[in-house]
Nanobody, 124 residues
Framework: QVHLVESGGGLVQAGGSLRLSCVAS????????MGWFRQAPGKERAFVAA????????YYADSVKGRFTISRDYAKNTVYLQMNSLKPEDTDVYYC?????????????????WGQGTQVTVSS
């Protein structure tokens, strides 16, 4: 079992920044990817960013490239999502996710464990 706890969401004006954190605990030694997804009411969960846990390679959705940065603190089992130049369309619930599998890192189906979600609201 892996337990994920997110923090850092909130309300921000357009153009502002937020940093999300996700602390992983439990059986984390075999992690392959950590990812961030977001979901609006009535919509499917959408890929935002992912990081290869051992190598550190990063991947982004086109909609957030150049604005969001995913990073990790290996020793603290923590993954971060730095979000800059936020837009109203970034408003969503953001979820942290973990998987032991290698594959399509942008697919929610690859991930075994999910955090509880944190709300990000960007006002215009």
């Amino acid at each position: 079992q892996v337990h994920l706890v997110e923090s850092g969401g909130g309300l921000v004006q357009a153009g502002g920044s937020l940093r999300l954190s996700c602390v992983a605990s439990g059986r984390t030694f075999s992690t392959s990817y950590m990812g961030w997804f977001r979901q609006a009411p009535g919509k499917e969960r959408a890929f935002v960013a992912a990081i290869n846990w051992s190598g550190g390679s990063t991947y982004y959705a086109d909609s957030v490239k150049g604005r969001f940065t995913i990073s990790r603190d290996y020793a603290k089992n923590t993954v971060y999502l730095q979000m800059n130049s936020l837009k109203p369309e970034d408003t969503d619930v953001y979820y942290c996710a973990q998987t032991d599998y290698i594959g399509t890192y942008y697919s929610a189906g690859l991930y075994n464990y999910w955090g509880q979600g944190t709300q990000v609201t960007v006002s215009s």
